[in-house]
């Protein structure tokens, strides 16, 4: 806390930050703290038993994936049957209809989805235009930065995206000399997030978390992994503990709290084909 001894003792280090109500609103803003016994075995036999004793109503979830690369099928189903209801989801979007976290929407459990992106699941667009889905439209750039900051600790950041349109809505301005010859430039404030679970899906780990994705399906899983409490993973392989190069982890183990290995249907969203020969 050297960097703040300027502040008066127990100040919050963003206290000086207009319109950061430090009590409501950054609730959640504290970096993964759950502690595991290094010697703790993190693999579980399914999903649901992954899940055993972390799913509450009203909930916040970080969802790695994007459309339907490299997403949590076995979790997401899961978490279906488990009848948890009024979530919030942190995602890029939400599947497809009847898939991935569209099978969440049909079953009415999601309250609240913070997005990027509506199309290619009309049930998603279907709920939020008659006003039964709330939506929190994030720049798709900004929302793994959000989830990155919240898996490093930061509860805030300013970035110029969305100055001047309705993303920048009710949020703190702020300018900063970045333009040429030191010119004052417009950002706004953009806020971590900090879930309660993440649920995410890697390529292959060992036992103790460390994870590698498979090319596009890393996409946001990394960051959706790093700003959960607690993150449960679900992988094609599990590969005994120091077989991986630890030069191609992408993911450290640190990040991942427990582990099911699985079989994945890996639905293709848009399939184009050439005509046969």
Same mark, same amino acid.
């Given at each position: 806390?050297?960097? !703040?001894?300027?502040? /008066? +003792?127990?100040?919050? +280090?963003?206290?000086? =930050? @207009? *319109?950061? #109500?430090?009590?409501? @609103?950054? %609730?959640?803003?504290?970096? *993964?703290?759950?502690?595991? #016994?290094?010697?703790?075995?993190? =693999?579980?036999?399914s999903a649901t038993d992954a899940l #055993? $004793?972390?799913? &509450? #109503?009203g909930m916040l979830i970080a969802a790695g994936g994007f459309g339907l690369c490299g997403i949590p099928e076995l979790l997401i189903d899961a978490i279906v049957d488990s009848g948890v209801k009024e979530l919030t989801v942190a995602s890029n979007n939400a599947g497809v209809d009847s898939f991935g976290l569209g099978k969440l929407l049909d079953t009415r459990q999601i309250r609240k989805m913070m997005s990027s992106y509506v199309g290619e699941n009309a049930? !998603?667009? %279907?709920?939020?235009?008659?006003g039964e889905l709330e939506?929190?439209? *994030?720049?798709? $750039? &900004?929302?793994?930065?959000?989830?990155?900051?919240?898996?490093? $600790?930061?509860p805030a950041f300013y970035t110029k995206t969305g100055v001047g349109t309705v993303? /920048?809505?009710?949020?703190?301005?702020?300018? !900063? +000399? &970045? $333009?040429?010859?030191?010119? +004052?430039e417009t950002y706004i404030m953009e806020e971590g997030i900090f879930a309660d679970i993440a649920i995410v899906k890697a390529w292959k780990a060992d036992e103790t978390g460390n994870a590698v994705f498979r090319k596009t399906a890393r996409n946001f899983n990394p960051p959706a992994a790093m700003c959960g409490k607690v993150c449960i993973m679900e992988v094609e392989e599990i590969v005994p503990t120091g077989s991986l190069d630890p030069d191609k982890i992408h993911l450290p183990g640190i990040y991942v709290h427990r582990l099911i290995q699985g079989d994945h249907?890996?639905?293709?969203?848009?399939?184009? &084909? %050439?005509p046969a020969a």
């Open positions: 806390m050297a960097l !703040f001894s300027h502040l /008066a +003792p127990h100040a919050h +280090p963003l206290s000086h =930050v @207009q *319109n950061i #109500d430090s009590t409501p @609103q950054l %609730r959640h803003c504290q970096p *993964n703290t759950m502690k595991e #016994d290094p010697k703790m075995n993190k =693999v579980y036999g #055993d $004793g972390l799913l &509450t #109503d049930e !998603f667009m %279907r709920q939020y235009l008659s939506l929190e439209f *994030n720049p798709q $750039g &900004t929302l793994a930065e959000r989830m990155r900051s919240g898996g490093h $600790g930061i993303i /920048a809505d009710g949020k703190e301005h702020k300018d !900063f +000399p &970045t $333009g040429p010859n030191g010119q +004052p249907e890996k639905r293709i969203e848009q399939r184009t &084909t %050439r």
